[in-house]
Structures are given as C-alpha cells and as structure tokens.
C-alpha cells in the first residue's frame, strides 16, 4: 500500500495567496499572508515560514519591508531539513532554497545602498549556485544573481526591471 502525505492546508493557502500577488492583487495577497503568519507563528513549522516570508517579501516594493521578510525566510530556511521539503514535494532539497534566499537578501541590501551586506550575499548566492536545478528556473536564478552583482558594482540602488515586487 503507497501512502501519499496528507494535504497541507497552509501551504496550499500560501501558494493560493502567491497566485493572487501575481495576479495584481498584492494588498489582498499581502494581508491573506499576514493572517497565515499570525496564526503560524514565529515557532511554527519552519517550511511554512520560509515559504510565506519568501513569497510575502516579494510583494513588497519598499525594500526595508522586503529585508523584513527576506531575512525571516532564511532564518527559517536554516531550521529546515530535507526530510521537511520532502514531505512537501520529493524533489526538494534544502540547498536548493539558498540561491534565492541569498539573492533577495543581497538585492534589497542593495537597494537600500548598504553595499557591503549586498556584496556577502551574492557572494553567499553564488558559493550554492551548484544546488540549483537545470532549467527555467534555475537560470533565472542564476541571472538574477548576476543582474544583482552587476548593480551592486556600480552602487546602483534601482530597482531592477526583473525583480519580483517592482510594480504596485
């Protein structure tokens, strides 16, 4: 007998809420995710948290809110293990989340002229480009990383064109 694990609401309310951002509806998405995070709490479940600090930071324009959320999502990415990411989709691993995590960090460090900070995190981004998977999305990845460490080179705090949260 195959088990399949069981359905997991939060993630699936976080991920509708991810929908609704990319859709336009950033106030609404936001405030859905601001809900989720009072009920999971800062002790909860850390795939939950990094998830929802990840996607919420996105719908952010102001990049000292994003930092917020930025920063609470790798905190939560370092209490994970794959056994966790796993139980959400078997193809997951906790190195994989870095890349990205690090990237949003150096980007909004970036962006608030704090270039040093911006600077250790791609460096961070880049030092675990091999987790990332071949594909779409990690070569989007992987040239968000260099858009970023292009800008921070030329002390460029504009936002950039391709970054998530860049329109209201």
Avoid at 19 to 34: F, N, Q, T, V
Avoid at 49 to 56: D, K, V
Avoid at 114 to 124: E, L, N, P, V, W
Wanted: proline letters at 5%.
């Amino acid at each position: 007998m195959t088990t399949h694990p069981s359905p997991d609401a939060t993630m699936h309310a976080i991920t509708q809420a991810v929908i609704e951002g990319r859709a336009g509806r950033l106030a609404s998405a936001r405030e859905k995710l601001l809900a989720l995070w009072s009920e999971i709490g800062v002790l909860g479940d850390p795939m939950h948290r990094c998830t929802l600090a990840h996607y919420l930071a996105d719908l952010y324009i102001d990049p000292a809110e994003a930092l917020v959320w930025d920063v609470r999502a790798l905190d939560a990415a370092d209490a994970l293990t794959d056994q966790r990411v796993q139980e959400h989709h078997a193809s997951l691993h906790i190195a994989g989340f870095y890349p990205s995590l690090h990237l949003n960090l150096a980007d909004n460090y970036r962006r608030l002229s704090s270039f040093d900070a911006a600077d250790a995190h791609a460096a961070a981004a880049r030092q675990r480009l091999s987790s990332l998977p071949d594909g779409d999305y990690g070569d989007s990845i992987r040239t968000a990383i260099d858009e970023v460490a292009d800008a921070i080179s030329q002390r460029s705090t504009a936002p950039r064109a391709s970054a998530p949260g860049t329109s209201s």
